[in-house]
């Protein structure tokens, strides 16, 4: 019976223990009938838990020691000459820029002529910024970044808000807003899409931001009488400028023959006002003409 209730003692012990212990004996205390004297136990001690794994901050540079390094704005070699062509080009981007900055004021003004040339001036150092860094060999990636976001503040905000003033006394709000917000909306999509696409160097996908602006400055000067037609024209040029149509650059209409170019300035002095309009609507029609074209060339078959 002894035996037997110190079999059931240490069973029940070990029902008992939920981890692992090990019992100290003293030497001179032997078992008697099967039983022994437990005078301690030793409890493992449970291990640590692993520390939250937190993401490596960089060490801030110590004082004296040289911070990140600022990456050049002009590539290549900086001699006297280049670093003229590049602040010159720049120049030019800074101009169509506080030109932009400018029509917006005049238009709030209520000064919608002046307010108009400052647009089409945005227009012309849009133009030579390009040119004069083509020129001088300082193309770089800081002068594109630059003239893009030149050309959002000039021809994607000052050109809505030149409209907006000049079509806001009879035209209801809920139809300009939307107009007028369509044209910033096209214009940043189309100027992002012109910094990740490759290049072409005779067509334009979709009509440029800069050719709208234009427009709508002209338009703006020649027409200050205006109706619900411009409102539904306006709408018409934000969305070709989003379209992959392909619209001919300056480059290839100075390979139309001369006799060509005499019919417009004789429009110009007979009707200044239905030349640019005609001129417009050609220029307008021109991309889905040449898209049918070349989609109808590749579906005949050779």
């Known amino acids: ?32 009938d099967g039983q022994h004297r437990t005078i301690g136990t030793i409890v493992p001690p449970r291990p640590e838990p692993a520390a939250l794994a937190l993401p490596s901050v960089p060490a801030e540079p110590a004082l ?15 001699t006297l000459r280049r670093r003229i062509g590049f ?15 400018t029509s ?19 227009v012309v150092f849009d133009g030579l910024d390009g040119g ?47 107009a007028c917000a369509l044209i910033a909306v096209c214009a940043a999509i189309r100027l992002a899409r ?15 931001t ?6 709508l400055a002209l338009g703006c000067l020649l027409h ?17 400028m989003v379209t992959t149509f392909p619209y001919a650059k300056l480059a290839q209409l100075r390979r139309l023959p001369l006799w060509l170019a005499i019919v417009p300035i004789a429009g110009a002095l007979l009707d200044l006002s239905t030349t640019f309009l005609a001129l417009v609507a050609i220029y307008l029609l021109s991309g889905p003409a040449i898209w049918l074209f070349r989609r109808r060339r590749t579906a005949t078959p050779a």
């Not at 205006?226 to 934000?238: E, F, N, Q, R, T």
């Open 210 to 215: 800069t050719i709208v602006a234009c427009i």
């Open 194 to 208: 012109f910094n990740v696409s490759p290049k072409d160097g005779h067509y334009f996908s979709g009509i440029p």
């Open 132 to 178: 004069v860094a083509r020129a001088f060999g300082v193309s770089s990636p800081f002068g594109a970044q630059m003239d893009s976001m030149a050309d959002m503040c000039s021809f994607g905000i000052a050109a809505p808000v030149l409209v907006f003033r000049w079509l806001s006394s009879d035209t209801p709000l809920y139809v300009l807003g939307p």
């Open 1 to 32: 019976m002894r035996r037997g209730g110190s079999l059931a003692r240490r069973v029940l012990v070990g029902q008992r223990s939920y981890e692992p212990t090990a019992t100290i004996r003293r030497p001179d205390d032997a078992p008697r």
């Open 87 to 101: 602040l010159l080009a720049n120049g030019c981007t800074v101009a169509s820029l506080l030109l932009g900055v």
């Open 64 to 78: 004296g020691e040289p911070g990140p390094r600022v990456p050049r704005l002009l590539p290549g070699e900086h």
């Open 224 to 240: 200050p009488d205006h109706g619900a037609p411009i409102v539904v024209s306006i709408a018409v040029l934000a969305l070709l």
């Open 104 to 122: 917006i004021f005049l238009a709030i003004a209520g000064d919608l002529r002046i307010g108009a040339l400052c647009l089409v001036g945005c």
